[in-house]
């Protein structure tokens, strides 16, 4: 089954600082990975999504994630975070032999002044 | 576009009374997802449609909750009977195409329902 996890409840991080948000994989073939992003009392915004090519992706708000094959991680990064970077952020697989897609649990980033 | 709108916005009822969740998607989508968002089970697909029509509620948890999409700018999800372990937020999105992670599914505010 395809899935993703997300082992951090919550990240801190001083504003600033670079900041990562981790999710691994496990998926069989190649994976197709997706980051979203969700700010209070908001719905899910998509940040960015990699399906193949380069292992660096670049999406919106300063946002990057490293596709990492023989860790099968997925780990969002910012070089400089920022206090409005505050939000629940949510990696995403689609679900094997299907098109519904399977969320991790989240992680919520909270960046101090 | 006003993107895509939800209401009630927060909803506070009783056991076994009915909830009506109502959205409407951006003008000229063809798809439009109901999803389900608690601590315990994240968040989750419950149905989906397109052009009006219910293509898979293989999500929706059980007969107690329904959804409906009589026209192209207008959905509801209905519980009947309501129940505590119902209390979720509840998100509509729409999107052009069946894509579920395209930048281009827009998903609405929300709906915070309460089942006391």
């Known amino acids: 089954a395809q899935s993703v996890a997300q082992p951090e409840d919550q990240v801190n991080v001083a504003e600033g600082n670079p900041l990562t948000v981790k999710c691994t994989y496990s998926?069989?073939?190649?994976?197709?990975l997706f980051w979203y992003v969700q700010y209070p009392n908001r719905g899910l915004q998509f940040l960015l999504k990699y399906i193949t090519g380069d292992n660096l992706v670049k999406g919106s708000y300063g946002f990057e994630a490293e596709f990492n094959k023989s860790q099968t991680s997925f780990h969002l990064k910012k070089p400089s975070a920022l206090v409005s970077d505050s939000a629940l952020y949510f990696c995403?697989?689609?679900?094997?032999?299907?098109?519904?897609?399977?969320f991790g649990r989240g992680t919520s980033l909270i960046v101090h002044p | 576009d006003a993107g895509v709108i939800q209401s009630p916005r927060h909803e506070v009822t009783e056991m076994g009374q009915e909830v009506t969740l109502r959205c409407k998607p951006i003008?000229?989508?063809?798809?439009l997802f109901w999803y389900r968002q608690t601590m315990m089970r994240g968040l989750e697909l419950l149905i989906y449609?397109?052009?009006?029509?219910?293509?898979?509620d293989s999500g929706m948890p059980e007969d107690r909750f329904s959804a409906k999409m009589p026209n192209a700018s207008f959905s509801t999800l209905k519980i009947q009977p309501s129940e505590p372990r119902d209390s979720a937020v509840y998100f509509c999105a729409s999107s052009y195409q069946r894509d579920f992670f395209s930048e281009t599914q827009y998903f609405g505010p929300g709906t915070r329902l309460l089942v006391l």
């Open positions: 003008s000229g989508h063809d798809y």
């Open positions: 998926v069989s073939g190649n994976p197709y």
């Open positions: 995403a697989v689609p679900s094997g032999g299907s098109y519904i897609p399977t």
């Open positions: 449609f397109n052009n009006n029509v219910p293509i898979d």
